[in-house]
């Protein structure tokens, strides 16, 4: 599960990335955190990870990850090949889901790429890039179906609803907010991978002096949020640059420097939990003496599939899973006292997991 940062030059958009893998790179045992340079392995913060180390005095925690992008290079005309041009557009078109970077702040030493601060209309300049990438996808694959589409009645629907999509985006909409007369459609349209279908977060970067009212009085923000707001997507306040240094800290540093800013969580961590979220993903926990660890699933995966995520043979000889929810363990206190109280559960093939479960499968080699 990969989420793409895109944004134009210099809003903050390494600086970001820079702190997310820093961020990563100091606090969990991987050593696979540095894949390609523009391409970050990032934990997921999880304090119930560190309750389960404590109860269970574990050698080892380790939490979720998630992968972040560094897609650089969206300047006006890349969809014509300007800049990195298509690369570009390519490199968005592999992430499952977007980071939307936007400048928020004012600082006369950071040039602005359009000579002023303006956030709705940067977002609408890389609104619009990934606008005419996707009308260009849709007129080769109108072009390619139409050929057959007179004599095949399945041919001639697949290209009346390419052409009704087409018609959206040269509305200046976005394929995300696009619903078809039949939702059977919906899968189809998934399938075309379109820029503009991918689910977006906004990270409004702001000044340090912005984050304790969270940018309430920041007029950039509020015009962010209010775009959000009408496009159904979540806006976050985050101060890269602070970020960055946050991220050098350890923990307890950290505590203090958050709580001087008026703070208790970074901005960091509230978007890569927010991140976890749009990608529809929760974690189950397993946990012992050797390991406490988080493991990642899509919401709706069934026990036997979520065993496969910790080993092949787990989900091929699954037989079932000894289940108890996260906080009816923590109000027992040890896995005994939750056993005897009856809140451990014997599930089979068909349960569907939950976040927070707490998990041993019991399995056949
Ligand atoms: P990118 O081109 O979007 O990757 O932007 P960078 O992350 O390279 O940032 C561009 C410039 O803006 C750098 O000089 C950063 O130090 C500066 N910058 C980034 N975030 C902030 C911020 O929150 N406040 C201020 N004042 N400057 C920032």
Excluded at 244 to 262: R, T, V, W, Y
Excluded at 303 to 319: N, T
Aim: with cysteine; aromatic share 6%; net charge negative.
């Amino acid at each position: 599960m990969k989420l793409g940062i895109v944004g134009l030059p210099n809003v903050g958009k390494s600086t970001l990335f820079n702190s997310l893998t820093k961020a990563g790179a100091e606090s969990a045992n991987y050593p696979f955190c540095t894949i390609d340079p523009n391409v970050g392995v990032v934990p997921v913060p999880d304090a119930r990870l560190d309750k389960l180390t404590a109860m269970y005095d574990s050698a080892k925690t380790t939490p979720a990850v998630i992968e972040f992008v560094d897609i650089a290079g969206l300047v006006k005309g890349a969809s014509k090949g300007e800049g990195l041009g298509n690369q570009f557009l390519s490199n968005i078109r592999e992430v499952d889901a977007i980071v939307h970077v936007v400048r928020c702040f004012d600082d006369p030493n950071v040039i602005h790429v359009d000579g002023s601060v303006d956030p709705l209309r940067d977002i609408e300049t890389i609104n619009l890039e990934l606008i005419f990438s996707d009308i260009e996808i849709l007129e080769r694959r109108i072009s390619k179906q139409s050929k057959g589409a007179f004599n095949n009645k399945d041919l001639a629907k697949e290209v009346s609803l390419l052409k009704a999509i087409k018609a959206h985006l040269e509305d200046g909409k976005l394929a995300r907010s696009f619903t078809p007369d039949d939702e059977d459609d919906n899968e189809f349209i998934a399938s075309l991978n379109l820029l503009t279908g991918k689910p977006v977060i906004f990270a409004a970067n702001v000044a340090e002096s912005d984050l304790a009212d969270d940018a309430a009085n920041n007029p950039y923000v509020n015009a962010v949020r209010e775009f959000a707001s009408e496009n159904g997507c979540e806006v976050f306040v985050i101060c890269a640059e602070i970020e960055q240094e946050i991220a050098e800290l350890d923990e307890d540093e950290k505590k203090m420097f958050l709580e001087d800013l008026g703070i208790t969580e970074s901005g960091l961590e509230k978007l890569i939990a927010a991140s976890y979220r749009l990608l529809g993903l929760i974690s189950y926990l397993t946990a012992g003496p050797q390991e406490s660890r988080a493991w990642t699933i899509k919401v709706g995966t069934k026990a036997p599939q979520a065993a496969g995520k910790i080993h092949s043979d787990f989900e091929r000889g699954f037989i079932r899973a000894e289940v108890v929810a996260y906080d009816d363990l923590m109000s027992c206190g040890s896995m005994t006292a939750a056993k005897e109280k009856g809140l451990v559960r014997s599930e089979g093939k068909e349960y569907v997991m939950k976040d927070g479960d707490v998990v041993l499968f019991r399995f056949n080699v």
